[in-house]
């Protein structure tokens, strides 16, 4: 079976400060993994995946995550917060092999508040 | 490329009444398709997902059904509705050889 905890419900940051989102997956297998935003009212939008490639992995808006196999661990994390990027943030886990049956396991969210 | 329409965005629907959210998708064939269900301040519960024409599986016994009556459209259907079904609605598609997910915009459905 594979889980997916999101350590932290809300972070609240100020802006031009680092963001850190936790994520830690449990699962026997190499997943893939996911981070998604969702901002109030809209559909999930893909920031970043893994899949086995490189551990660091760069997505949209600046954020990128790092792949860590000994902590279990997919953090989220971006440089500077812009006020934008106030929203909810889901880390997401799957694992092979990839069909219908085999659903993606979402983690329960964190709301990221983004103070001037 | 591809795309995934999903309508309406909003519906305010009294309790008893059906209900219908549609779904597309264009650009892809034979893709996987997917209703989520995200209740106020909680996470994403899948609903149902189809891998295919008239293949429709569900996740959660609930009053709510689907049809997938085209490749690339998924309808979310049903006859009666009840309070606990407001929530947001999204749907999703996938290749079938995965890559994450896509999803719509959404729908925001009250029932009241």
């Known amino acids: 079976a594979q889980s997916v905890t999101q350590l932290d419900s809300h972070v609240s940051v100020s802006e031009g400060t680092p963001v850190l989102l936790r994520c830690n997956y449990s699962s026997s297998y190499s997943p893939s993994l996911f981070w998604y935003v969702q901002h109030p009212n809209k559909g999930l939008q893909l920031l970043l995946k893994y899949t086995s490639a490189a551990t660091l992995v760069k997505g949209i808006n600046g954020f990128e995550a790092e792949f860590k196999k000994s902590e279990t661990s997919f953090h989220l994390t971006k440089p500077s917060a812009h006020m934008s990027d106030a929203a909810e943030y889901f880390c997401?886990?799957?694992?092979?092999?990839?069909?219908?049956?085999?659903?993606?396991?979402f983690g329960g969210g964190t709301r990221l508040m983004v103070k001037p | 490329s591809q795309t995934i329409h999903q309508w309406p965005a909003t519906l305010v629907q009294p309790v008893g009444s059906p209900l219908s959210l549609e779904c597309t998708v264009e650009?892809?064939?034979?893709?996987?398709l997917y209703w989520y269900r995200q209740a106020a301040g909680r996470g994403l519960q899948l609903l149902f997902y189809s891998v295919g024409i008239g293949q429709i599986s569900s996740e959660v016994p609930q009053n709510l059904s689907a049809s997938r009556p085209q490749d690339r459209q998924f309808i979310l259907s049903s006859k009666k509705l009840l309070l606990s079904d407001s929530g947001f609605y999204l749907c999703?598609?996938?290749?079938?050889?995965?890559?994450?997910?896509?999803f719509g915009s959404g729908t925001r459905l009250t029932v009241v």
């Open positions: 650009g892809t064939s034979n893709p996987n």
């Open positions: 997401v886990v799957s694992l092979p092999p990839y069909n219908a049956g085999n659903m993606l396991t």
């Open positions: 999703a598609w996938s290749r079938p050889a995965f890559g994450g997910y896509t």
